[in-house]
């Protein structure tokens, strides 16, 4: 899955008051996967990783992910 938009996960952190940190915790995800795709070093990521992302931020998954091409 493709991130749409990183100003638009960045918005959704924001919005939780969390940092990529707890993001990760409630995602089980590791810090590093959502550090990098909230920095753009990684624009793409799987559709689990995508699904905990979305369901950690109570966010619809096409908002912040799009399939990939």
Known sequence: MRVR???TLIMCLEAQGWSER???RAASLGHATIN???TGRRTS???ETAE???L???CPIGA???PDS
């Open 52 to 54: 905990s992302i979305a």
């Open 64 to 66: 912040l992910f799009a």
């Open 56 to 58: 950690a931020l109570n």
């Open 5 to 7: 938009s990183r100003q």
């Open 45 to 47: 990521c799987s559709a």
């Open 22 to 24: 707890g993001l990760a």
């Open 36 to 38: 990098h795709l909230v």
